[in-house]
């Protein structure tokens, strides 16, 4: 079962988005220089369906525009299908999920993601600002096919 410790309210982390930002525990990633090492622990609340709307709730941020799940590598099933859910209950909110594996699991429905952000925090490359940074982030659209096309926009967080 998924399990979150926090949420933030950010603005960064998906372009042109008001997101609440939901962080994920036992991260299997482990990145050197993570700065969310905590998460890496079996830690947090369980993120059920019920909870999700709670979160939404509690948070009442008129101008939410989006749901980032931070996280979840170990059950890309269970992220999927908390998107999927997000997808048909809150058709207005768009849907971010950010993966530190450096492909997208096979488990994952494109179809319910608006943003997906690849690929593991290497200090040395830097984050999505970086003009060196080994990490992607995609928006995907719908396409002529099932499958939406995956645009990189990674550039988008580059300053100047």
């Not at 991260?27 to 939404?56: F, K, N, V």
């Not at 999920?97 to 494109?110: E, H, L, Q, V």
């Not at 982030?137 to 995956?150: I, K, N, S, W």
Request: hydrophobic share 35%; net charge negative; with cysteine.
């Amino acid at each position: 079962m998924l399990k979150y410790v926090n949420t933030d309210i950010v603005f960064q982390e998906f372009p042109d988005e008001v997101t609440l930002a939901i962080n994920l525990s036992n991260c299997p990633c482990h990145c050197p220089g993570c700065h969310s090492a905590y998460l890496w622990q079996d830690i947090g609340q369980p993120l059920t369906i019920h909870r999700l709307e709670e979160l939404l709730s509690e948070e009442a941020i008129p101008d939410l525009t989006c749901v980032g799940l931070m996280g979840g590598d170990a059950e890309p099933k269970s992220v999927s299908e908390l998107a999927r859910y997000l997808r048909q209950a809150h058709p207005e909110l768009k849907i971010g999920w950010y993966t530190g594996r450096t492909t997208i699991a096979s488990d994952i429905d494109r179809r319910c993601f608006d943003y997906i952000k690849v690929g593991p925090y290497l200090r040395h490359l830097g984050g999505l600002d970086s003009p060196r940074t080994n990490q992607r982030m995609f928006h995907l659209c719908a396409g002529p096919t099932a499958e939406p096309v995956m645009n990189d926009i990674t550039a988008r967080f580059r300053k100047g």
